[in-house]
């Protein structure tokens, strides 16, 4: 039987979050921060994904070169989700056929499960990464002056920006 309770928040986390706790866990393993290189394994979508989102968790700070198989099964899982969705909109998620008696019976199409099923693993994976606004409130990080190249909001701003 697994651990009981809610899943520990790494030290880091908790330092963002000036926490008290950051310090109870001095011998916890530190890894080298920084995007890992793209699996080449990895299909086109899920690159795109990857390089999209890996300069990104890299610049905030949540990401380090030992994460790269746990991103790699997020963008792995993205592409097949995305590949579901299309499939569902191109067909709908039900399709006709017929019984044995010959009477036409509706059914769902075996997209629809596996789209649900995909959608509940990017959910954990995503607040792994601090990818959606529930899980990134929890972390509070002083924002890098630049990402990409691009101006921080605060430098935009400043220079007149929209």
């Excluded at 999209?52 to 997020?74: F, K």
Aim: proline residues 9%; charged residues 25%; glycine residues 8%.
């Amino acid at each position: 039987m697994g651990k009981r309770g809610p899943k520990p928040t790494p030290t880091a986390i908790l330092r963002m979050r000036g926490s008290w706790r950051a310090n109870l866990n001095p011998g916890e393993p530190q890894y080298e921060p920084g995007a890992p290189p793209c699996p080449r394994w990895l299909g086109v979508e899920a690159q795109k994904v990857w390089r999209r989102l890996t300069p990104q968790l890299a610049a905030a700070g949540v990401l380090t070169r030992v994460d790269c198989d746990a991103l790699a099964r997020y963008c792995h899982t993205l592409a097949r989700w995305r590949s579901a969705v299309a499939f569902l909109k191109r067909r709908g998620e039900i399709y006709a056929r017929k019984d044995d008696q010959g009477h036409r019976v509706l059914r769902l199409w075996p997209q629809v499960a596996l789209a649900d099923k995909l959608a509940h693993q990017l959910a954990r994976l995503e607040a792994e990464f601090g990818l959606t606004p529930a899980s990134r409130s929890r972390i509070s990080v002083s924002p890098p002056a630049r990402v990409g190249g691009l101006p921080s909001l605060a430098e935009w701003n400043a220079a007149g920006g929209a």
